[in-house]
């Protein structure tokens, strides 16, 4: 058997059925790991080895004992925008450094009800708004395929620690693009689904219309086993959907004979790195040989995505932060404040960091008053158009196809001057998460420098068995997700 941190979660789970191994082994060697690897790549911002070997020592007595879960004995690793009851959940963020939440959120509920071991917290961009993970504000994580250059964000922690082995999989959260973007540049799969379909109950909230969370994995069988378990009606968040999940695992064949993939023309414009459209054009060559059929899509209004996104995630998220005022709990400026605007100002002044405290300003400028007509409104009305841009594609193809991310992973502190360039890392992934609908990024070569490419296929709201199933055909048929970084063993 191969390193078990190289393991994937069905490879796991098979071994410790047969009794081939542990989970107490399984969890060792992932702390192993992260402890050999961690200190270059710092993908991690809270680990919990003591309570992990706990529980992959319940896991084990379970077992024993004849029981199964869907995860029993799996370690995974949760970013740190997602509650914990007793692990400080810090968003990355220094204004809630030493918060420690009271409850689990409802997904790491129903992860832990299924068995999953959970290692510690992931690093991201602050608040997840980024798209390096250098806006943490605690530490940069490095890319495990070159430690010079960003794992994307803002879920970079989690993306590199499975791409690297210092979990089995992740749970990211998706705002627009903070799954599948890390995916592609780590060289894993990511999945975003639709909107609703994960409760956001316990996340961190960052722009509430479009949060989501979604799973990182090795291969596409281990999303759909995530997604699988994370899944489903919540009634503490009203914005899931009351439908069953249906059984994804069902989903996964590799024929494809008949599938008519949708390819915008938008997709492949300029500003696309020739590396990543070569490897896209490829993949796309792929399913033709597979008998899938590929057809060509106008979404016409792709081009205001980004602007659209950058008014209706900040005006969100001002809302959303505004309880962070050094009074309830988190970070409290220290002095005499004359006012209580005194206090809020230097408490958040100190407390968030320049890229948090930019999205705020500037979506509290698009609510204010004379300005909310010419900006907010109209940005959600744009949003709207895009959504049909998506729905009259889909009466025509049953899967839209495209580039994750328009570069493959590029040197820290390339971007971070200039954040137009940062946002424009993210111009692939917006229209989907701005439409609501699911889609998944997964590996499809490497640039010239050795990096890897992500191809992001995107299905109908509620169809992700239909995305999943197109996913699992092309990674049978090609093994790109077998590929590992090359960052010291």
Same mark, same amino acid.
């Given at each position: 058997?191969?390193?078990?941190?190289?393991?994937?979660?069905?490879?796991?789970?098979?071994?410790?059925? @047969?009794?081939?191994?542990?989970?107490?082994?399984?969890?060792?060697?992932?702390?192993?790991?992260?402890?050999?690897?961690?200190?270059?790549?710092?993908?991690?911002?809270?680990?919990?080895?003591?309570?992990?070997?706990?529980?992959?020592?319940?896991?084990?007595?379970?077992?024993?004992?004849?029981?199964?879960?869907?995860?029993?004995?799996?370690?995974?690793?949760?970013?740190?925008?997602?509650?914990?009851?007793?692990?400080?959940?810090?968003?990355?963020?220094?204004?809630?450094?030493?918060?420690?939440?009271?409850?689990?959120?409802?997904?790491?509920?129903?992860?832990?009800?299924?068995?999953?071991?959970?290692?510690?917290?992931?690093?991201?961009?602050?608040?997840?708004?980024?798209?390096?993970?250098? /806006?943490?504000?605690?530490?940069?994580?490095?890319?495990?395929?070159?430690?010079?250059?960003?794992?994307?964000?803002?879920?970079?922690?989690?993306?590199?620690?499975?791409?690297?082995?210092? #979990?089995?999989?992740?749970?990211? *959260?998706?705002?627009?693009?903070?799954?599948?973007?890390?995916?592609?540049? @780590?060289?894993?799969?990511?999945?975003?689904?639709?909107?609703?379909?994960?409760?956001?109950?316990?996340?961190?909230?960052?722009?509430?219309?479009?949060?989501?969370?979604?799973?990182?994995?090795?291969?596409?069988?281990?999303?759909?086993?995530?997604?699988?378990?994370?899944?489903? /009606?919540?009634?503490?968040?009203?914005?899931?959907?009351?439908?069953?999940?249906?059984?994804?695992?069902?989903?996964?064949?590799?024929?494809?004979?008949?599938?008519?993939?949708?390819?915008?023309?938008?997709?492949?414009?300029?500003?696309?790195?020739?590396?990543?459209?070569?490897?896209?054009?490829?993949? !796309?060559?792929?399913?033709?040989?597979?008998?899938?059929?590929?057809?060509?899509?106008? !979404?016409?209004?792709?081009?205001?995505?980004?602007?659209?996104?950058?008014?209706?995630?900040?005006?969100?998220?001002?809302?959303?932060?505004?309880?962070?005022?050094?009074?309830?709990?988190?970070?409290?400026?220290?002095?005499?404040?004359?006012?209580?605007?005194?206090?809020?100002?230097?408490?958040?002044?100190?407390?968030?960091?320049?890229?948090?405290?930019?999205?705020?300003?500037?979506?509290?400028?698009?609510?204010?008053?004379?300005?909310?007509?010419?900006?907010?409104?109209?940005?959600?009305?744009?949003?709207?158009?895009?959504?049909?841009?998506?729905?009259?594609?889909?009466?025509?193809?049953?899967?839209?196809?495209?580039?994750?991310?328009?570069? *493959?992973?590029? /040197?820290?502190?390339?971007?971070?001057?200039?954040?137009?360039?940062?946002?424009?890392?993210?111009?692939?992934?917006?229209?989907?998460?701005?439409?609501?609908?699911?889609?998944?990024?997964?590996? @499809?070569?490497?640039?010239?420098?050795?990096?890897?490419?992500?191809?992001?296929?995107?299905?109908?709201?509620?169809?992700?068995?239909?995305?999943? /199933?197109?996913?699992?055909?092309?990674?049978? #048929?090609?093994?790109?997700?077998?590929?590992?970084?090359?960052?010291?063993?």
């Amino acid at each position: 058997m191969s390193d078990l941190y190289d393991l994937t979660i069905h490879e796991a789970l098979d071994a410790l059925r @047969c009794g081939d191994i542990t989970s107490v082994a399984l969890t060792q060697a992932m702390l192993d790991r992260i402890l050999a690897v961690d200190n270059t790549l710092q993908a991690y911002l809270t680990l919990t080895p003591e309570a992990a070997l706990e529980q992959a020592e319940a896991a084990d007595v379970l077992r024993a004992e004849g029981r199964d879960a869907p995860l029993l004995g799996i370690p995974i690793a949760l970013k740190d925008n997602i509650s914990t009851q007793g692990i400080e959940t810090t968003a990355g963020s220094k204004i809630l450094e030493g918060y420690v939440p009271p409850f689990d959120a409802t997904i790491v509920r129903k992860l832990k009800a299924a068995g999953a071991i959970i290692l510690g917290k992931t690093n991201l961009d602050e608040f997840a708004m980024g798209s390096s993970t250098e /806006h943490s504000a605690f530490f940069p994580t490095r890319n495990p395929w070159d430690v010079t250059r960003v794992p994307g964000g803002s879920s970079g922690g989690s993306a590199a620690a499975v791409a690297v082995g210092e #979990a089995l999989a992740a749970v990211g *959260t998706d705002t627009g693009g903070s799954v599948r973007q890390p995916a592609a540049l @780590c060289g894993v799969v990511g999945v975003r689904p639709t909107y609703g379909r994960c409760s956001r109950y316990g996340l961190v909230a960052f722009a509430s219309s479009l949060d989501q969370a979604g799973p990182l994995t090795r291969d596409v069988t281990d999303a759909a086993l995530m997604l699988q378990v994370m899944a489903g /009606h919540d009634p503490q968040d009203g914005t899931t959907w009351p439908e069953p999940v249906p059984d994804y695992s069902v989903a996964l064949s590799p024929d494809v004979r008949g599938l008519r993939i949708g390819i915008p023309r938008e997709y492949f414009a300029e500003g696309l790195q020739p590396d990543v459209e070569r490897s896209v054009r490829e993949a !796309l060559q792929v399913f033709v040989e597979l008998g899938a059929e590929l057809v060509d899509v106008h !979404l016409p209004h792709t081009d205001y995505a980004l602007s659209t996104y950058y008014l209706v995630a900040p005006a969100e998220a001002s809302a959303n932060l505004a309880r962070f005022d050094g009074v309830r709990y988190g970070y409290r400026a220290e002095g005499h404040f004359e006012t209580i605007g005194d206090l809020y100002e230097q408490t958040r002044g100190a407390g968030f960091g320049p890229e948090v405290l930019r999205r705020i300003m500037l979506g509290a400028y698009a609510l204010s008053a004379g300005y909310y007509d010419a900006y907010y409104l109209k940005a959600q009305k744009v949003r709207t158009l895009i959504k049909g841009d998506f729905d009259a594609a889909f009466t025509n193809v049953d899967l839209i196809a495209g580039p994750t991310s328009p570069v *493959t992973a590029f /040197h820290l502190g390339e971007r971070t001057a200039d954040p137009l360039q940062m946002y424009l890392a993210d111009i692939f992934t917006l229209s989907q998460a701005l439409a609501g609908i699911p889609a998944i990024s997964l590996p @499809c070569g490497f640039d010239a420098d050795g990096l890897p490419v992500g191809l992001q296929l995107a299905a109908p709201a509620l169809q992700e068995a239909r995305m999943f /199933h197109a996913a699992f055909a092309y990674e049978q #048929a090609t093994k790109w997700w077998m590929q590992r970084p090359s960052i010291s063993k």
